[in-house]
C-alpha cells in the first residue's frame, strides 16, 4: 500500500523556471492538500482540493496553481520560480475531511 | 489566519524522562491532532481529539483536547532515544463547504540523550 506518493524527493530550479511537484494517493481519498514547510516553522497551505474538479486557495497560494482532474493525482504548479518559493512541500490526503491527514514524503526544492 | 502558539520550542532531554508541550491558540477548533515528524520524512499522526476534554492515549503517549477547545497538551512517558522529531500540534475547523482545515503549531524539537 503506497499511500501518498510525490516526486521528485529533490530539485534545483533557477529563478524564472516552471516545474510541476507531482502527488499522488492509491487511497481513494476525495480530500487533498498541498502545504510548504519553511525551517523553524509549522506547515502552511498552499491549496486544497474536496474532490475531482474542485481546487481552491489555502493561506498562500501566490505563485503556485493546481488542478484535480482525477481522484488520485493533485499536481502543484510553479509557473515563475522565485527564491522566497525555496522550501520542503508536502502532499497530503484525507478520506472524510476531518481528522487526521496522510502525508507524502515531501519535494525538497531549491530556486537559485 | 489563526495562529497556533506551541511551547516549548525545542527540548532536551534525559532518555526514561517524562516530555511535556503543549499548544495554545485564540481559536475554537473541532478537532486537535498531534504529528510527529522525523528528518526527511513527511508528518505522521500519532493522536486525534475530537471531543473537548477528551483524553486520548496511544502506548506511552497521552493527549488531551482542552475544555476551552483552545488548547492542548502532549506528553510522552518514559522517552526513548527513538522518541527523537519534530512534534506538531494541529487544530482543525470547519471553512465551509464540506471543508475542514488543519492549522499547524510551529513544532517542539525533541532531543533524548541516552
Known amino acids: 500500500n503506497a499511500g501518498v506518493t510525490q516526486t521528485p524527493k529533490f530539485r534545483i530550479l533557477k529563478i524564472g523556471q516552471s516545474m510541476t511537484l507531482q502527488c499522488t494517493q492509491d487511497m481513494n481519498h476525495n480530500y487533498m492538500y498541498w502545504y510548504r514547510q519553511d525551517p523553524g516553522m509549522g506547515l502552511k497551505l498552499i491549496y486544497y482540493s474536496v474532490g475531482a474538479g474542485i481546487t481552491d486557495k489555502g493561506e498562500v497560494p501566490n505563485g503556485y496553481n493546481v488542478s484535480r482532474s482525477t481522484t488520485e493525482d493533485f499536481p502543484l504548479r510553479l509557473e515563475l520560480a522565485a527564491p522566497s518559493q525555496t522550501s520542503v512541500y508536502f502532499c497530503?490526503?484525507?478520506?472524510?475531511?476531518?481528522?487526521?491527514?496522510?502525508f507524502g514524503s515531501g519535494t525538497r526544492l531549491t530556486v537559485v | 489566519g489563526q495562529q497556533l502558539n506551541q511551547s516549548p520550542q525545542s527540548m532536551f532531554i534525559q532518555e526514561g524522562e517524562d516530555v511535556s508541550m503543549n499548544c495554545t491558540s485564540s481559536?475554537?477548533?473541532?478537532?486537535w491532532l498531534w504529528y510527529k515528524q522525523d528528518p526527511g520524512e513527511g508528518p505522521v499522526l500519532l493522536i486525534a481529539?475530537?471531543?473537548?476534554?477528551e483524553l486520548t492515549s496511544n502506548g506511552r503517549l497521552t493527549a488531551q483536547f482542552g475544555i476551552t477547545r483552545k488548547d492542548s497538551f502532549l506528553n510522552i512517558s518514559a522517552s526513548i532515544p527513538s522518541d527523537v522529531g519534530i512534534y506538531f500540534c494541529?487544530?482543525?475547523?470547519?471553512?465551509?463547504?464540506?471543508?475542514?482545515?488543519?492549522?499547524f503549531g510551529k513544532g517542539t524539537k525533541l532531543s533524548v540523550i541516552p
Open positions: 481529539l475530537y471531543k473537548a476534554g
Open positions: 481559536s475554537i477548533f473541532n478537532t
Open positions: 497530503a490526503s484525507s478520506s472524510r475531511g476531518q481528522g487526521g491527514y496522510t
Open positions: 494541529a487544530g482543525q475547523g470547519y471553512s465551509g463547504a464540506g471543508s475542514y482545515q488543519l492549522t
